[in-house]
């Protein structure tokens, strides 16, 4: 064939492809285009197998190369491996940010799945000392999407949530899992923020096969101006036309 979709799920994999010559003494040399598909014994001769070990993909995208022999090419391309996924958000000190979270795995049935999220202050944002909670995504009438049990721990270094399904579900390439709910403290300064990523978990597939997470990409939540509400002026009237003045506003949630 002149295409390979690798199975695996973007994890290591190894395979052969059978090699029609059409003479015993036809040699044929073989070559891959990315050092991530090497390839066993690529000069032979005749009808051969051609071993090839394709190493995981790091990557949070698919990616390709091509498999050379004599004239002819076999184009190979690697899913990516399973990973959580986190949207980037932003709230104002004092305030709950709802950050979206999917997982993003090859579409299958998930007999389980177990997802961990972290939440890491950057620089000198302070530390969330409040539990993170969880919305789950509503989902659609005839399919509600079921709730997880939720385990939270909050520390100096941050706070994490994990979230455990034991119902089977559907998942898929950017399976939305719902909203973490993110209590930024009030003491959190516009321009502030917090790293946050799925930093591992499983979930078995319809084979009941455990199928690891890699920690997925870090996303930003922002702190952002907080919302500034006045509660009276100083002075209270002016005179239209007359001599300049300062207008004093006093109130709360002014950012400079």
Known sequence: GTTLSLPGGGNADNGKLK??????????????????LTLTGPNQSGIGNLPYVAAPNPGFVPRSATITIGNQSVAVTQNVQSYLSAAAASGVPGSIARVTVAVVT????????????????????????????????????????????????????????TLTWQQEFLVGQGYLMGEILVPIPSTATTGQSYAVQG????????????????????????????????KWLSPVSAAPGGAGLTLTVNGEGFAP
Do not use: R
């Open 19 to 36: 090699v029609l010559a059409n003479s015993d003494v036809c040699n044929w040399q073989a070559a891959s285009s990315a050092p991530w």
């Open 106 to 161: 090859p579409p299958t049935a998930a007999s389980s799945l177990t997802a961990t999220f972290s939440v890491v202050p950057n620089a000198s944002a302070p530390a969330i000392t409040a539990a993170l909670s969880f919305q789950p995504d509503p989902g659609t009438p005839t399919y509600p999407v079921p709730t997880p049990a939720i385990a939270v721990s909050n520390s100096s270094s941050g706070a994490t949530i």
């Open 199 to 230: 930093t591992g978990g499983n979930w078995v597939d319809y084979e009941y096969v455990p199928q690891a997470f890699i920690p997925g990409m870090i996303a930003t939540l922002t702190v952002g101006n907080p919302f500034p509400a006045s």
